[in-house]
């Protein structure tokens, strides 16, 4: 079975773009996460979807958006990118809400 | 609300010595509790999972991890350290209700000394 995947793996923006990520999960899986992977703060949870709705979502700014679709494929958004969005976005997925994530490679954005 | 402590944020072992890499979390109910290896470049692999079953839980590579409550610790070992093991290693809690989603450490760098 392929694993995650995401779309592209490195993107240089300039500040005050947006940008758009891509996540296709396991075949089957339903829930998608994604998260943000900085030196300086850490792993932190962005947000998770489930059936096309939002479940849970972190403690970041509007500017982050994210959206599912049907087929579970998902894409995050964000607008107004400030240099401090630089960073690996992980997205994982599993099976249900309530069950073990799988990572995909990640998208290295880097905000000049 | 959900936390992990990794001490030690870098640990260098020998080649063929024990190694150990420390977490202790705090969890308000009885967590689920992970470890993810990541190497360079690349991102999470699970290297295994407490659920609440057996507290001695076994994973990918020969790594193993005990779940203590009492110490509130999920402590990761392996007999033998072998040069692939050199990553990133992160423990992370989450709340099996799914009302949160995974809390990580702030990551251990392994580092094996040939």
């Known amino acids: 079975k392929a694993g995650v995947t995401q779309t592209p793996r490195y993107l240089i923006k300039t500040r005050g773009q947006q940008v758009t990520l891509s996540c296709s999960p396991i075949s089957g899986h339903r829930s998608v996460s994604w998260y943000q992977q900085t030196p300086g703060q850490g792993l932190q949870f962005l947000f998770e979807y489930f059936s096309e709705t939002q479940r849970n979502k972190g403690n970041f700014p509007g500017r982050f958006s994210g959206r599912q679709f049907s087929n579970s494929r998902s894409e995050m958004n964000v607008s107004t990118l400030e240099l401090g969005d630089s960073a690996l976005y992980l997205c994982?997925?599993?099976?249900?809400?309530?069950?073990?994530?799988?990572f995909g490679p990640g998208t290295r954005l880097l905000v000049l | 609300a959900q936390s992990v402590t990794q001490l030690g944020s870098h640990v260098s072992v020998s080649e063929g010595a024990l190694v150990l890499l420390r977490c202790n979390y705090s969890s308000s109910v009885p967590p689920y509790l992970f470890w993810y290896v990541q190497y360079p470049n690349q991102g999470l692999q699970l290297l295994l999972k407490?659920?609440?079953?057996?507290?001695l839980v076994k994973g990918i590579n020969g790594f193993e991890a005990e779940f203590k409550k009492s110490e509130t610790s999920f402590h990761l070992t392996k007999p033998s350290a072998h040069m692939s093991d050199a990553a990133e290693y992160f423990c992370?809690?989450?709340?099996?209700?799914?009302?949160?989603?995974?809390?990580f450490g702030t990551g251990t760098r392994l580092t094996i000394i040939p």
């Open positions: 407490y659920t609440s079953a057996a507290t």
């Open positions: 992370a809690v989450s709340d099996p209700r799914g009302n949160e989603k995974l809390t």
């Open positions: 994982a997925s599993s099976p249900g809400v309530e069950e073990t994530q799988y």
